[in-house]
């Protein structure tokens, strides 16, 4: 497993807005990654011990095998996460139990006061780019991905690499790049007009002004 999920989100999963939100789907939803950033409202099902309140996830990782397998739909959440589904008091009681039925259902994904952000992964050259995708509101998945150069005209499409990466192999690649990216879901995009800057380093975020609910 990757450190911070099968999404590739690394240590963004440990803080606000994603941390106690994460959550790992079975392969029906992760969807080979292009589920990954996707948002899920899930409802407890068993009135015994759960309330009525839902709770809402952000898909960062794959849960492989076990109750995942077999084109199962299932979610593996946080312990806060599923703590939260309880009836007051009994969030402990919830947690060892394990397994429970539940409902679930899409919901846009919302990020208050955050841009969609593009961190350029450890490893990038001139001539093999590779982007991760970070607070994307709305549908929140990513179908497709395409950069264009300094004073080019082009879109260039990028490869779905694997989670919510995508890269592009050619070069020399030149900044600043603006970023087209268009959703799994409902095929709706966004431009970033030169958001990687032309002196840009790996291992960087670099935030847009733009997200789909501004």
């Not at 991905?145 to 004073?151: C, K, P, T, V």
């Not at 989670?163 to 790049?177: D, E, M, Q, S, V």
Request: glycine fraction near 12%; charged fraction near 20%; charge should be positive.
């Amino acid at each position: 497993m990757c450190a911070g999920g099968a999404c590739g989100y690394g240590s963004l999963v440990d803080v606000k807005p994603f941390r106690a939100r994460v959550g790992a789907v079975s392969p029906v939803l992760f969807k080979n990654g292009e589920g990954c950033g996707a948002c899920y409202k899930v409802r407890c099902l068993d009135k015994s011990i759960c309330s009525r309140r839902a709770v809402t996830i952000i898909v960062t990782d794959e849960c492989p095998g076990g109750y995942c397998s077999n084109g199962n739909t299932h979610f593996d959440l946080s312990g806060a996460a599923f703590g939260r589904m309880a009836i007051s008091g009994e969030n402990g009681q919830l947690r060892n139990r394990g397994e429970i039925p539940v409902i679930y259902r899409r919901t846009p994904c919302k990020y208050p006061g955050k841009n969609i952000a593009f961190h350029v992964n450890e490893g990038s050259t001139d001539y093999w780019l590779s982007i991760l995708v970070e607070f994307e509101d709305g549908d929140g998945d990513v179908g497709s991905m395409h950069i264009r150069e300094a004073g080019g005209t082009e879109w260039l499409e990028m490869n779905h690499v694997w989670g919510a990466t995508w890269c592009i192999i050619r070069g020399p690649l030149k900044g600043p790049f603006s970023v087209k990216l268009t959703t799994l879901t409902t095929g709706r995009t966004l431009s970033a007009r030169e958001v990687i800057p032309r002196n840009w380093a790996p291992k960087a975020t670099y935030t847009s002004r733009l997200n789909f609910f501004h």
